[in-house]
């Protein structure tokens, strides 16, 4: 049994689900598992207490959470001593197409660049588009974009967002969460 941190953000409320799935596998594997919200919980774990650390963010506008990118510049040491996994949840995992699906790799690779961390695992998921809770404006500017931009996106693959759609592959979720539990 290992003591394991889940430390994310989320914007829309996706990668909350995810990371909520995700611990109730490892919990019921017998690990210790500790959520930690990095946008809203004030006093986070020390991370030297734990013996694995998933972080997990989603992204919104090309990019990952500055709070996650805080959390693994602040703890980078801490997470290179021990088995660590960056979970990734993008509408550009929806992609169908190679040339798509590269556009969450291409999100992924930024972001640990800027932080400096490589760890042990990666995973890149569908996250969820709720288009009932955007602003007006919001729905405005993303009519706009699809206009101007369908014929590329098509290319690539990516769905009609017209509507709020779940795309997380939930089985996906499973065999990442398997195979971080047989590491430990």
């Known amino acids: ?3 394991i941190m889940i430390a994310y953000a989320t914007g829309e409320g996706q990668t909350a689900k995810i990371c909520g ?8 594997a017998g690990h210790n598992v500790t959520l930690l919200d990095l946008e809203s919980d004030n006093t986070a774990p020390v991370v030297g207490s734990f ?3 998933i972080v997990a963010a989603s992204v919104h506008a090309g990019k990952h959470q500055k709070s996650v990118a805080h959390f693994v510049t602040d703890n980078r040491e801490a997470l290179r001593a021990r088995l660590t996994a960056f979970l990734s949840v993008s509408l550009a995992a929806t992609a169908t197409e190679e040339s798509g699906r590269n556009r969450a790799n291409e999100q992924v690779n ?4 800027q932080v400096d961390w490589q760890p042990d695992m990666i ?3 569908a996250g969820a588009f709720r288009y009932s809770e955007f602003s007006g404006f919001r729905r405005w500017i993303f009519n706009l974009s699809q206009k101007l931009f369908r014929k590329e996106l098509d290319k690539q693959g990516w769905p009609e967002l017209t509507a709020d759609q779940e795309f997380t592959d939930w089985e996906q979720l499973r065999r990442f969460g398997n195979e971080f539990s047989s590491r430990l």
């Open 21 to 28: 799935a995700l611990a109730q596998q490892l919990e019921t």
């Open 123 to 125: 995973e890149t998921l």
């Open 51 to 53: 013996d694995a650390v």
């Open 110 to 113: 930024a972001f640990l660049e």
């Open 1 to 3: 049994m290992s003591n």
